[in-house]
């Protein structure tokens, strides 16, 4: 059988700042001839040497840390930007779904966009129409068919966006980060929806933070750093290797800084500063992180997240959430900062996400340690495995008794 | 290139001519009334001024429908350059997400406005009639200005819609560009009025042929068969040119728009 996605040595190479964005008009386009010596021009991988070959109805993950390649990956794969260097084929109709943001003309009204992509799947409109009902129930958007899709909220149009993409039987469907925006109960009609397509035969390749939703979905998937294929195989296998590789679980992780600011060090730590021994559920967590500026960046501000294995965020606070503190010391070199959480994580494994950035700016915004939260030695095996975000303390208590049965009845 | 592609993706093509025929006249007080009135009082107000006024000569024929044939095509032919121009940047939500022949985007902007064009045309020749202009036995030809319209048409806009994605100063020189292109284009004087150096120059703007052929269908005047091949061959190589430049830069489409 012949593979559905097949992509041989690819590599897409990004100019950084010289062509991509000092060019936008043709006096800088001529500046920049006159005086190409004098700015070395950098380049930027994005992806290099992939290879990949999807078959005919499967399901591929693709995972990794940001910046390591994976929407890059699927613009590719979905003819969007071609490849600097290698090349890839897809066969089938493709419907794509990258990123935030849907592929819709914002001057079309709801049902002009759905012919629109359905168009753009390659279906006639008669199949589209055939289908058109289906697609906007999904979507919940009935009472707006008709309006411009500028005056969509984001959420209704992503909602649009996948109901279009999933439903207009395309023979390949391109998932990135779909999942990143929607309510719950959205997110899972669209894994849902997925797994159906994949159950008929159609080949999916998804991209989720969700990693519980990888490993639900798909059979295999492929790891991403840097731009280049690291592993390659089923899908728990290599999501397992991929936490491996790029977490150090415990409970202090030191990272490499370059650029104008970065993290050397995340670390679980007690009350007093030292590091902690593995946090125990019930117990108030402190996280300290170690901040490397490399210059005076006014305004630069931190977030702490907190998100649980399955890719649920658990808690996500900046430093200027807090109004009696002044703002974060600027200048340049090594600031020390902690954040305490109340008993409040279930026990289990979770990320430490830090952002740093400025309002126009992000500098870091990466998972940078996996820990464990311990059970307590009291805890039941069955009450760990069970369902929950979070687990703080919580006090049952006796209202009534049971009453005897109300006389004169 | 890959014209099977164009042509599996030739919905798309259709599917954006529409909504530009739509958006166009959506929200907009007297709707589709502007394909009519917007001749019609250039019309007016060149006669009086031109026609009556200074005493430009028209070839023979009254002024008003000597200007009208020349509006006609000039009306549809600024709003398709100046419209298929934006289609590439005005959709980075298209261009962006989603993989389509780029090409489909000029092609439709240039579509959509030849409904424009027909009607403009049928103006011009109830027009001629009013103004006592004898129908012509060659006026069925007019037909013939649709196809040599998207040529030319896509002559500028090949060009035009791709370097603007590349440099947003296109979008900024184009009004200025097109003013430029207004006068030196036969649409108010015939190009007869200049001296012959000028007039072999004048004759490479590939809308002189477009021109001078509707007015011969409609109107009856007699084209300089000379201009005509010169312009005429003008606007296939441009627009041939414009084709593979088009093909060479749009790889940077989606990372530039």
């Known amino acids: 059988m012949p593979a559905a996605i097949e992509a041989h040595g690819v590599g897409k190479r990004y100019r950084l700042g010289t062509d991509q964005a000092a060019y936008d008009t043709l006096r800088d386009a001529v500046a920049g001839l006159l005086h190409r010596r004098r700015r070395p021009e950098q380049e930027m991988w994005a992806l290099r040497d992939v290879d ?25 794969l979905g003819r969007i930007t071609e490849p600097t260097e290698g090349w890839s084929r897809t066969r089938g109709r493709v419907g794509a779904l990258l990123e935030v943001g849907t592929g819709f003309h914002h001057e079309l009204s709801g ?6 992509s359905g168009a753009i799947m390659g279906m006639s409109r008669r199949d589209v129409r055939r289908r058109f009902d289906e697609i906007v129930a999904f979507a919940g958007v009935e009472p707006f068919i008709e309006t411009p899709l500028k005056r969509y909220s984001s959420g209704m149009a992503l909602r649009l966006a996948f109901a279009v993409a999933a439903h207009l039987e395309p023979e390949i469907m391109l998932v990135d980060e779909v999942l990143a925006v929607g309510d719950i109960d959205f997110q899972r009609r669209c894994i849902e929806r997925m797994s159906t397509l994949s159950a008929e035969g159609r080949t999916v390749v ?22 280049r294929l690291v592993a390659e ?7 397992q290797a ?32 030292g590091t902690a021994a593995q946090p125990q559920r019930g117990e108030p967590l402190h996280v300290e992180v170690e901040i490397v500026l490399a210059r005076d960046l006014p305004g630069i501000d931190a977030a702490i997240a907190i ?34 959480i109340p008993p409040l994580l279930r026990a289990g494994d979770h990320l430490v996400c830090v952002w740093l950035g400025t309002e126009s700016e992000t500098y870091l915004y990466d998972d940078l340690l996996a820990f464990s939260v311990l059970p307590r030695a009291d805890d039941r095996q069955e009450a760990l495995s069970r369902r929950r975000t979070v687990q703080p303390e919580v006090r049952w208590q006796r209202v009534s008794d049971a009453a005897p049965p109300a006389s004169g009845a | 290139m890959d014209v099977r592609d164009l042509w599996a993706y030739r919905d798309v093509g259709v599917i954006l001519a529409e909504r530009d025929l739509r958006v166009r006249y959506r929200q907009t007080l007297l709707g589709v009334l502007w394909v009519v009135i917007q001749p019609l009082v250039a019309m007016v107000v060149f006669t009086l001024v031109l026609g009556e006024g200074v005493g430009v000569p028209s070839e023979g024929v009254p002024y008003a429908a000597f200007v009208l044939c020349g509006l006609a095509i000039w009306m549809p032919f600024s709003s398709a ?5 934006s289609s590439l940047v005005d959709t980075p939500e298209l261009v962006t997400k989603v993989y389509f022949p780029r090409l489909l985007a000029p092609l439709g902007a240039v579509g959509g406005v030849l409904a424009d064009l027909v009607v403009a045309l049928a103006i011009a020749q109830i027009v001629a009639l009013i103004a006592g202009v004898p129908l012509q036995a060659t006026a069925p030809l007019v037909v013939l200005v649709i196809p040599g319209f998207v040529v030319v048409a896509l002559a500028f806009s090949l060009w035009l819609s791709a370097l603007n994605v590349l440099y947003r100063d296109v979008a900024y020189a184009l009004t200025f560009g097109l003013q430029l292109l207004f006068f030196a284009s036969p649409v108010v004087y015939p190009l007869g009025v200049l001296d012959g150096t000028l007039e072999t120059l004048a004759a490479i703007n590939p809308v002189v042929g477009l021109i001078d052929v509707t ?8 084209p300089d068969a000379w201009n005509l091949v010169v312009s005429g061959a003008m606007a296939v190589l441009l627009a041939a040119g414009g084709l593979v430049f088009f093909r060479r830069v749009e790889r940077q489409f989606a990372d530039r728009v």
Request: net charge negative; aromatic share 6%.
């Open chain 1, 52 to 76: 990949l070959t999807v078959q005919e109805g499967e399901a591929l993950g693709i995972v990794g840390g940001n910046g390591a390649g994976k929407s890059t990956l699927l613009r590719v």
């Open chain 1, 111 to 116: 049902r002009e966009n759905v012919y629109l």
């Open chain 1, 206 to 227: 998804f991209i989720s933070h969700d990693l519980g939703a990888v490993t639900r979905l798909c059979t295999r998937a492929v790891q991403l750093d840097h731009g």
């Open chain 1, 233 to 239: 195989g089923g899908v728990e296998e290599v999501v």
């Open chain 1, 242 to 273: 991929y936490y491996g590789s790029v977490f150090q679980g415990g409970v202090e992780a030191r990272h490499q800084v370059d650029g104008d600011a970065g993290v050397a060090r995340v670390a679980i730590v007690d009350a007093h500063g």
């Open chain 1, 307 to 340: 998100d649980a294995i399955d890719g649920t965020r658990v808690l996500e606070e900046t430093w200027s959430d807090q109004h009696d503190l002044p703002p974060l010391a600027s200048g340049a070199g090594r600031h020390v900062i902690r954040l305490s």
């Open chain 2, 81 to 85: 350059v100046g419209r298929a121009t």
């Open chain 2, 215 to 222: 007015r011969w269908a409609l109107l009856g005047t007699t």
